[in-house]
């Protein structure tokens, strides 16, 4: 379980938002939305503990997640607006290195079978800086189809892909949750996982139906 207690953030004089409060539970997936500005990076960066709030609390399974750094890290995959992958590695090497950093153990011929899913086919052993922005994009993405963390925390993951890269994303991001995984995500496009039965939290402003 995933918990936020009253959470306020601040950048410089100017409070981006305060009062913050939800729950998000095992097959719960969290459409954050609101206007550029509103604060939902920070929001995002809060919940991973890359932020400190100025007031309130993010809990991991009842407790604080300044106090269980670690364990909470091993249960979190966050992916940001910034790719977070090394311009001079190949996509298998830098898919290689991040499954490292977090102990997963992946050979080289299941890098290669899982950026050719990601849609990388013919471009795996090239170096990222020759990549397209949606192919490094997809690069980043392809942490998704190896992760055993129980929290994704993406903040607009849609950016910069063709649809058929979408559809295959809502794909994942699908069976994650129906096996029981949570999603925070930011999105400004229409896409299917930010309508029906969802949760969803608006900064900057609250309609009925909100969180």
């Known amino acids: 379980m995933l918990e936020v207690v009253n959470l306020q ?3 410089g004089d100017r409070r981006l938002f305060s009062g913050i409060a939800f729950e998000l539970g095992p097959g719960e997936l969290l459409h954050l939305h609101g206007h550029n500005g509103s604060g939902k990076t920070t929001l995002m960066r809060a919940l991973c503990g890359l932020v400190t709030p100025t007031e309130g609390e993010v ?3 009842g407790e604080p997640i300044r106090g269980q750094r670690d364990e909470f890290n091993a249960q979190l995959l966050y992916l940001g607006h910034k790719n977070g992958i090394k311009d001079d590695l190949t ?6 290195v991040a499954c490292r950093l977090v102990g997963l153990k992946v050979s080289e011929a299941r890098a290669w079978e899982v950026l050719e899913r990601i849609g990388l086919r013919g471009h795996e052993d090239l170096p990222a800086r ?3 922005q949606g192919q490094q994009k997809r690069v980043a993405l392809s942490r998704l189809l190896l992760s055993r963390a129980k929290l994704w925390l993406l903040d607009e993951p849609f950016v910069g892909l063709d649809l058929a890269a979408v559809e295959l994303l809502q794909s994942v991001i699908r069976d994650h949750v129906a096996k029981e995984g949570m999603v ?3 999105t400004h496009q229409e ?5 029906g039965k969802v949760k969803k939290l608006r900064l900057g402003w609250k309609a009925d139906g909100d969180v």
Request: glycine share 4%; proline share 0%.
């Open 91 to 96: 996509g298998v090497e830098n898919l290689l």
């Open 59 to 61: 809990r991991w399974q």
């Open 130 to 132: 020759v990549l397209s």
């Open 9 to 11: 953030c601040t950048r």
């Open 191 to 195: 896409v299917a996982l930010t309508s």
């Open 184 to 186: 925070v995500l930011t």
